[in-house]
C-alpha cells in the first residue's frame, strides 16, 4: 500500500526527533560494573550484566600486522555463548578496513540476530546493502554522518554519540570515514575513537568537551600513545579513568608494551584475546 505524501513526511520528522534527541543525563551505574574482553585488534566486548556492545569485533585476516578473531569466538559470540557474556546488542564500527569490518562477518551475525542493531559510516551500510538483496537488515542499522556534529541516538537500553574523526594519514586514507564512539552502558561511558591520531582528533575532542563527559573507559589505538606529548594530551582531551591501547601488532616486544603501560598508570595494553577486565563502580 502506498502512503500519502504527508503522512510519509510526519512519519520522516518523528524517525529523526527520535534519532537525534538530545542524551539524557548519566544513568544510574550497574552496581556489579562492567566487563571488556579483547576481540582482536581494536575488537572490544564490553558488557554489563544485562546487555553487551561489540566495537570493531567482526573482522578476519587482513594482514600479519592486525590481530584477528578465531572462528570459535565469532560463532560464540553470534550464538550469544562468549564465555558468561550476556547477547549482543550493538555492533559499532569506526570504519570499513577488514582489520576492523568484515562485511561477510557482520551479515551473518545480523541475519541471525534480528534484535541486534548495527551503527556505523554510509561507507559500512552502504558495504552491507551489497549483501543484503532482500532489505532484511534495514531495520537494524543507523548510519552516523560524516560532518562537523555529534549526531545522538538512543536506542533501546542505551545511549550513543557518533561523530566524525578523520583517519590517521589522511593522505593515503582521505576517502575512509571513520567514526568516533561515545556509549553509555548501563552509566558507564565507553569512548572508541577508532584509527585516528592526535592531528586529526585533537580539534574535536577540544571542540566537543569530550575531557568534560567523565569518561570511563576510552578506547584508542596504540600509537597515540607514542607520541612526544601524548601523556598531556590524553589527560587534558579525555580524561578516562581507564585507558585501553588496542590495535597493537601480534609481534609487539614485551618491552613496548611495558612501556605503554608504564608511561599511562591504569593503562592496559590489549594484545591477549578473550583476556578480560573489569572496571568495578567507582
Request: glycine content about 6%; overall charge negative.
Amino acid at each position: 500500500m502506498k502512503l500519502p505524501a504527508g503522512l510519509i513526511a510526519i512519519v520522516l520528522l518523528f524517525s529523526l526527533a527520535f534519532c537525534y534527541a538530545p542524551q539524557s543525563q548519566r544513568k544510574v551505574r550497574s552496581e556489579s560494573g562492567i566487563r571488556i574482553a579483547y576481540i582482536g585488534n581494536m575488537g572490544v566486548l564490553v558488557a554489563s550484566d544485562t546487555q553487551a556492545v561489540l566495537f570493531d569485533g567482526l573482522h578476519e585476516f587482513y594482514g600479519k600486522e592486525y590481530d584477528y578473531p578465531s572462528e570459535k569466538t565469532v560463532q560464540q559470540l553470534q550464538e550469544g555463548n562468549y564465555q558468561d557474556f550476556p547477547k549482543v546488542k550493538a555492533l559499532f564500527y569506526s570504519h570499513m578496513h577488514g582489520d576492523h569490518f568484515s562485511p561477510a562477518l557482520t551479515h551473518a551475525f545480523l541475519k541471525a540476530n534480528p534484535t541486534t542493531c548495527l551503527f556505523g559510516s554510509s561507507q559500512i551500510l552502504d558495504t552491507l546493502a551489497v549483501l543484503d538483496s532482500l532489505n532484511i537488515l534495514q531495520n537494524q542499522s543507523d548510519s552516523i554522518p560524516f560532518d562537523e556534529q555529534v549526531h545522538v541516538i538512543e536506542p533501546n537500553g542505551f545511549e550513543l554519540e557518533g561523530f566524525a574523526l578523520p583517519h590517521a594519514s589522511p593522505g593515503r586514507h582521505i576517502e575512509i570515514l571513520n567514526i568516533g564512539f561515545l556509549v553509555d552502558l548501563d552509566g558507564f561511558r565507553l569512548l572508541h575513537l577508532g584509527d585516528t591520531d592526535w592531528e586529526e582528533a585533537e580539534p574535536k575532542l577540544e571542540a566537543f568537551a569530550i575531557a568534560k563527559r567523565q569518561i570511563d573507559v576510552a578506547i584508542i589505538p596504540y600509537w597515540m600513545l607514542l607520541k612526544t606529548g601524548s601523556a598531556a594530551l590524553v589527560d587534558r582531551l579525555i580524561n578516562p579513568k581507564m585507558l585501553l591501547a588496542t590495535h597493537i601488532p601480534p609481534d609487539a616486544s614485551e618491552e613496548d608494551l611495558k612501556e605503554i603501560e608504564s608511561q599511562y598508570p591504569g593503562c592496559s595494553a590489549l594484545h591477549e584475546q578473550n583476556n578480560i577486565l573489569a572496571f568495578p563502580v567507582k
